[in-house]
């Protein structure tokens, strides 16, 4: 009986308390503040608004993105390359306010849609996009070597 005194059952009911009433405001503060970023990994098909430059032709192109968080992952592919082509994630980036940045590597052969040769040389490229609407986009594509960004729009793909 000794251990049912007035200070001890004061202290534990503070401690009790408190823990109680902080566990409550950082619960209610992550309900309110702490969302998680809208899905946009998938197949996107990219509409530059003018051609590259020292290509013939520079069709529409294909981004794909794998999605972790706001963590990104994807690559570039030719317009008419099959989706579920095993490649490398050539580019990195992040997804933070509705804005999305990826920056990395992409070979010339697929940025012009022509054959790849053996010796593909690779270009820096940067990719900056607007989410519009749930799933459209709005950016620019920065291709090392080219002075102006190129403008593009990009509209999911169906899943086939």
């Not at 972790?68 to 992952?73: F, K």
């Given at each position: 009986?000794?251990?049912?005194?007035?200070?001890?059952?004061?202290?534990?009911?503070?401690?009790?308390?408190?823990v109680?009433?902080?566990?409550?405001?950082?619960?209610?503060?992550?309900?309110?503040?702490?969302?998680?970023?809208?899905?946009?990994?998938?197949l996107?098909?990219?509409?530059?608004?003018?051609?590259?430059?020292?290509?013939?032709k520079?069709?529409?192109?294909?981004?794909?993105?794998?999605?972790?968080?706001i963590?990104?992952?994807?690559?570039?592919?030719?317009?008419?390359?099959?989706?579920?082509?095993?490649?490398?994630?050539?580019?990195?980036?992040?997804?933070?306010?509705?804005?999305?940045?990826?920056?990395?590597?992409?070979?010339?052969?697929?940025?012009?849609?022509?054959?790849?040769?053996?010796?593909?040389?690779?270009?820096?490229?940067?990719?900056?996009?607007?989410?519009?609407?749930?799933?459209?986009?709005?950016?620019?594509?920065?291709?090392?070597?080219?002075?102006?960004?190129?403008?593009?729009?990009?509209?999911?793909?169906?899943?086939?």
């Amino acid at each position: 009986m000794n251990h049912f005194n007035l200070k001890s059952l004061t202290f534990y009911g503070v401690a009790i308390t408190s823990v109680l009433v902080l566990f409550k405001t950082v619960t209610v503060y992550g309900e309110n503040n702490l969302k998680a970023p809208p899905p946009i990994n998938g197949l996107y098909r990219l509409t530059l608004s003018e051609n590259l430059p020292n290509c013939e032709k520079s069709d529409t192109l294909t981004l794909k993105i794998q999605q972790s968080g706001i963590y990104l992952n994807a690559s570039v592919l030719s317009a008419n390359a099959n989706a579920d082509t095993d490649e490398k994630h050539s580019l990195a980036g992040i997804f933070r306010n509705q804005q999305l940045n990826l920056s990395g590597k992409v070979g010339k052969s697929i940025l012009c849609n022509i054959p790849r040769p053996q010796n593909d040389s690779l270009n820096s490229v940067t990719i900056q996009m607007q989410l519009v609407d749930k799933s459209n986009m709005t950016g620019q594509l920065t291709v090392n070597g080219i002075p102006q960004p190129l403008k593009f729009t990009a509209v999911p793909e169906k899943a086939n």
